[in-house]
């Protein structure tokens, strides 16, 4: 096969997306420029209001990051030393660093084999196995929605309220991404106590820089959030509790609300990518190649999944991606380590074996390169490829 237009498939293409978009981003950025207001003000306000209503919450408050938003969302909870906080055991670093760096002790859960999240039934083993006094230590529960598809969060949320434990989502990769609720359709950040998301650059909705957004429903949170997002001082000077420096920049909030109203079209755009890659993988007859799945399409749910990544589980995986890396596909291993095997937490005295789901899936797991300005012909290139590498043919 020849693929005379495709020389390379990057992960994303921000140039493509900046060029459709660059005459709005300039007007904000300049706007905020000439303003000379640098910190906060109603470019912040204005954002934090269409982030609110777009997922759906009472409140938004802007901060520098969405590892920000998991450390304030878990000071707003007060958590510290002496507790603990039970999260996913495969994701993102943030997720379980935020819970080491206030001092409290992470606690890893098995994931589900088909959503890569964290697994409910794990969840409510970890906490039926605890002490009462482990139990009562435990000041948070965050499961992470990866790659753009929700935890099963009816169940989550049912072992949580069982034992009366917060929920702090993760949704850094997940902003937009639906779950339907017994109380209806909800979005990812929503349906917990409080949501985090995240605007780094390869999010669906990326800023041009850092920035994040901590969400909630519960006005008493958001308050503490606010006051702890500038130090703890509601007045000038005044510091009522300690916090930090968690703001999000006006120069991001402005780029953001710029970008936000695409945000739809560019999940629609995903979702169609992934969509062509199941034609080609079946057209290939690339059957020893797991596909990722969204689990929660046939509940009428328009962004089940938003593919902030498209995951693939493949045999000789290290091999594969060598491959592809070779033919300048930019493949990636989204996460080689499972937090329970990383150096960092070896003190927490787990060993290999002890999740043997997110240890598989750690071993298997492939991003494949996918973003809304994705052509087709790059997509047979990347999947003519893998069937190449596996010495297969189309059909
Ligand atoms: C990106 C990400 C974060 C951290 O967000 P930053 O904005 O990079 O600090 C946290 N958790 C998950 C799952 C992420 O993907």
Redesign the pocket.
Known sequence: MQFSNVQSVPPLDLKKQLSEIREGLLEAVTEVLDSTQYILGPKVLEFEQAIATYVGTKHAIGVS??????LLALMTLEVGPGHRVITSDF??F??AGTIARLGAQPVFVDIDSETFNLSPVHLKNTLEQMTSDERKSVKAIIP?H?YGQCADMTLILEAAQQFNIPIIE?A??AIGAEYRTPSGIKCAGTMGNLG?Y???PT?NLGGIG???MLVTNDDDLAQQARLKRVHGAGTEYIHEVIGGNFRIDPIQSAALSVKLPYLNTWHRARQAKAEHYKYLFKKYQLTQVVLPESVYQEKNLTHSHIY?QYMICAPQRDELLKYLNQKQIASRIYYPIPFHLQKCFQSLGYKIGHFPQAEKVANEILSLPIFPELTEEMQEYVVFSISEFYGRQAI
Not at 65 to 70: E, I, N, R, Y
């Open positions: 990051s969405g590892t920000d938003a998991l994701s993102f943030a997720t992470v990866l993760d850094a990769q985090c995240s605007f780094f999010k850092d920035s994040g902030n």
